[in-house]
């Protein structure tokens, strides 16, 4: 668009099947959930064009859960796996 403020921004891909990807986040830096988790936790540099839930009190540097709360969500986001979905042959390579 050429606007400086969507400079950075992409299409959000589905949480569907999430504990399965190889690669997370746009270029691909990170390959496990807890290295994911851990960057939004702690890892999170202040940029122009951050999320605004990043930039409230109390979140500038990081989301700043629990390790039992990192457990919690990486537990939740394993929850989103589709067993039949990625086991329906109908859906497979011929």
Do not use: C, W
Not at 19 to 45: C, P
């Amino acid at each position: 668009t050429q606007d400086i403020n969507d400079l950075g921004k992409f299409r959000t891909p589905t949480l569907r099947n999430v504990a399965l990807r190889a690669r997370y986040m746009h270029d691909g830096r990170f390959t496990t959930l807890e290295e994911v988790i851990e960057f939004y936790n702690s890892g999170v540099k202040m940029v122009n064009n951050l999320d605004p839930i990043m930039t409230k009190p109390g979140k500038e540097n990081g989301l700043m859960l629990s390790p039992k709360e990192q457990q919690q969500l990486i537990a939740f986001l394993h929850t989103l796996t589709d067993h039949t979905f990625i086991t329906d042959t109908a859906l497979s390579r011929p």
